[in-house]
């Protein structure tokens, strides 16, 4: 489970069943979009968020049929009475958790255009970032900074890291590809 992205873990832990309904029209329920005002302007905070959103529908869909394909796959495994259908369960898991992941960027993108996410600046998370370079949120210190500042729960700062440690994986397969 740590190998998968932190983008489908976090859309994945979306609660839908207790989010705002998009239909709803009250203020009230307009969701801020906190970003560092140093780093990001209103706007460009917003359309980054779009844009995650946008990749990650198509990327969930594949990975839906995929896995449905896969499970299909499965179910002559069983015929070896030695070996549960682990394969059949864990692609089960797999489609489940792009489904939600999916429906979870839809809704986003759904309250994105109807102008219901509203773009907030929040001075904390320019604490954060003090004389960050462009490379220093993948430190640790500068995290653990995030986690205090923004009193976060023990879960939302495991995920936090679980996602410095992709973000810092990702940036050096991409120095290899780069050198080679």
């Given amino acids: 489970m740590s190998q998968l992205d932190f983008e489908e873990t976090n859309l994945k832990s979306l609660d839908l069943s207790i989010a705002p309904p998009l239909h709803a029209q009250e203020k009230a329920h307009d969701i801020p979009l906190f970003y560092p005002p140093t780093m990001l302007s209103g706007p460009q905070s917003l359309e980054n968020l779009k844009t995650l959103v946008e990749q990650r529908i198509p990327i969930h869909s594949r990975g839906i049929y995929l896995w449905i394909f896969f499970g299909v796959l499965s179910p002559p495994l069983k015929l070896i009475p030695i070996i549960p259908n682990f394969p059949f369960y864990f692609c089960a898991w797999r489609t489940w958790s792009h489904v939600k992941a999916r429906r979870a960027a839809r809704y986003i993108k ?56 992709q973000v810092v994986k990702r940036r050096a397969n991409a120095k290899k590809t780069k050198i080679m």
């Fill in 110 to 165: 759904s309250l994105i255009d109807s102008k219901r996410v509203v773009p907030e600046a929040l001075h904390d998370l320019t604490a954060v970032y003090v004389g960050a370079a462009t490379e220093a949120i993948t430190e640790r210190e500068t995290l653990q900074r995030a986690v205090r500042s923004l009193g976060m729960s023990a879960d939302e700062e495991k995920a936090l890291f679980q996602a410095q440690e």
